[in-house]
């Protein structure tokens, strides 16, 4: 049954991607909305505050990990945030590094850049292969560095002292504030990115986000991966040209890469049929295109589902606890 044609498949994954990104805009502006009842003195908020806000706490969710390895127990004030961390990486234990680049607001923004740097200039540019091959192990760097200080040397009693302080109590509010109140710092790192992402497709995914540095091994995993049936391919490089990894895809039968987003779009660019597929590996037979999708949504809400139905999701914080803590904010630095 082909309920979706491969050509239709980029347009499905962008509503989705800008369904999710809306989706995430609207839980910063409740987030927002919650805090700035706080801090005007209101007695109460008009809008409860969203757990989902969590997803934005990557570095906290990796400490709350450990935690949980440890002791057994998901730390309370901020359950959502290892709900998330653990949804994301089963997406990529399961389906690539599917969350990039079907979910992921910041790959959504960064694609959108260098689509609008294609109009632009009419194309990309990429690196020297020596300077592509140096930059993209940045991230990896970056991620050994938060797996060493937290995974690995961080004790087990630092854990609980992290968990229970103010500092991670407040995270939320630090990161809500590090968007509504930029330092000059900030806004000239993110122009340079955003300037950068304009000719260069994915800059800060390709090249230094760890979060997509562990979702990239974690990825190596999953069944599914992208396969050329060498028979049937012409040789004609439009998978290659169009893969915004700048994987080759046009010469190999798997494709394994660490770096590959489970996009699609060398499957929709190619002018074969049935040449390329997001195929798992046990399965023999051709895989309809909207298979993988699906797997993608479906592997997401069901975590974030079984997280809500454990009752791992809200905040043990109170509105109060809130009041308590959020004068402290600018006291609170690490
Ligand atoms: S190989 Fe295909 S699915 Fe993977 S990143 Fe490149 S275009 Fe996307
Ligand atoms: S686009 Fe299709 S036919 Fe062309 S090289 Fe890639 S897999 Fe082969």
């Known amino acids: 049954m082909n309920i979706l044609s491969t050509k239709s498949v980029s347009t499905v994954r962008i509503v989705v991607q800008w369904c999710f990104m809306f989706w995430v805009v609207g839980i910063g502006i409740r987030f927002g ?3 700035n009842a706080v801090e005007s003195g209101a007695t109460a908020p008009l809008v409860s505050r969203p757990p989902g806000v969590e997803g934005f706490l990557p570095i906290g969710a990796l400490t709350s990990l450990k935690n949980w390895l440890v002791s057994g127990e998901i730390h309370p004030v901020h359950p959502a945030s290892l709900v998330i961390f653990l949804a994301i990486l089963l997406m990529s234990l399961l389906a690539k590094k599917s969350f990039c680049s079907w979910l992921c607001p ?3 923004l960064s694609e959108a850049a260098y689509k609008i740097g294609t109009k632009l200039f009419g194309r990309n540019f990429r690196l020297w292969r020596w300077l592509d091959i140096a930059l993209r192990s940045v991230k990896y760097l970056l991620l050994l560095l938060f797996v060493k200080l ?3 040397d961080m004790p087990t009693e630092a854990l609980s002292g992290f968990l229970d302080a103010p500092y991670w109590a407040v995270s939320d509010v630090k990161m809500l504030h590090f968007f509504t109140r930029m330092s000059v710092t900030t806004v000239v790192v993110l122009t340079s990115l955003t300037f950068l992402s304009l000719f260069y497709k994915n800059f800060w995914c390709r090249y230094l986000c760890p979060y997509g540095a562990l979702l990239g091994l974690a990825s190596m995993a999953s069944p599914f991966k992208i396969r050329r049936d060498s028979v049937g391919c012409t040789g ?3 998978c290659s040209n169009a893969c915004p990894s700048g994987l080759p895809v046009h010469s190999c039968a798997t494709v394994s890469s660490p770096e590959c987003t489970g996009c699609l779009t060398c499957v929709v660019n190619c002018p074969e049929q049935n040449v390329l597929a997001m195929q798992p590996a046990f399965w ?6 909207w298979v993988f999708p699906v797997v993608v949504i479906f592997v997401f809400m069901a975590a974030i589902g079984a997280g809500m139905a454990s009752r791992h999701w809200h905040s043990s914080l109170s509105y109060s606890d809130y009041q308590r803590l959020i004068p ?3 006291y ?3």
Not at 284 to 289: A, D, L, T
């Open 106 to 108: 910041v790959g959504t």
């Open 150 to 152: 937290i995974l690995i």
């Open 33 to 35: 909305l919650f805090v």
């Open 328 to 330: 402290l904010v600018p």
């Open 236 to 238: 004609c490089q439009r």
């Open 332 to 334: 609170l630095s690490h």
């Open 284 to 289: 023999k037979r051709s895989v309809p295109v």
